[in-house]
């Protein structure tokens, strides 16, 4: 039997520039779509239209160029797949595994179970679509557990009625929710490996029951240890990350291939950026990738 092909993919939010935390993910997929001799794929996850900075895009394109990735395709952006996760919204709509959901989250705060749990009550799960007042449209879960083998983490074993309830996959506001979108994108982009940050390791479930619903494969998942700053919390555009230096790419992919364990010798910072991607590349070994968050 013919193994499938290997396509991986970085999918960055354009909420600012890039930062180390955004570099670790973007090396060590590359690295595993590499080694694999697979595909890199890059995606924009602009969905959340809210939180898009403009020329944000650019800013991280040009960083990876600088820094010497290469990538397979074109640059899609979940902004222009609307249609896709419509698609799909109807699918679940046709299993009548979702609803309309007009509960607010100052409503949802006020109730005490919510506040303690934060498991939602069900409390719309008899509503049906269409529905004519302002809502939200939740994804009804069972009470069963998903497993997956985490190549870094390890197993992994969570029952979504127990961890959150039934979870939103689009928002009041009409935008699709993360959870529907990227999982449609990796599936129609033909995905077969996510390596992300571990702070994405609680969606994981979700995505995986969602893929089950909508009847696709479900890829193989990877999850990287934090990087974080000196007040112990992950590096973000929200802690004010600074932005790494595209004039001077080696000193942070040094930094980024010892967060991820892997120890390039000192005598490759004298080096191009084509001889550390060279090492980087012969060298990668996920059994290596810590566990843990790690400071920077």
Known sequence: MTPTPYIGRFAPSPTGPMHLGTLIAAVASYLQAKTNQGQWLIRMEDVDTMRNVKGADKLLLDSLEAFGFEWDGDVIYQTDRSHLYADALEQLNRQQVVYPCTCSRK??????????TGIY???????????????????????????????VMGPQRENLATACGD??????????????AVVVDDASQGVTEIVRGADLLDSTARQIYLQQCLGYTTPAYLHLPLALGSDGKKLSKLTAAKPVDNQ????????????????????????????????AIDNWDTNKVPEYNQPV
């Open 167 to 180: 979870f939103v996959i689009k928002r009041r506001d009409g935008l699709f929710a993360y959870q529907l």
């Open 107 to 116: 409503h949802l705060s006020s109730l005490d179970d919510y506040q303690t």
């Open 121 to 151: 009550p069900g409390t719309c799960r008899d509503n049906l679509l269409p529905f004519h007042d302002e809502h939200a449209i939740r994804l009804k879960v069972n009470n069963t557990d998903i497993q997956f083998d985490d190549i």
């Open 248 to 279: 001077q790419p080696v000193p942070a992919l040094f930094d980024t291939l010892s967060h991820l364990g892997q120890k390039i010798p000192d005598t490759y910072r004298q080096a191009g950026l084509d001889e550390i991607w060279r090492w």
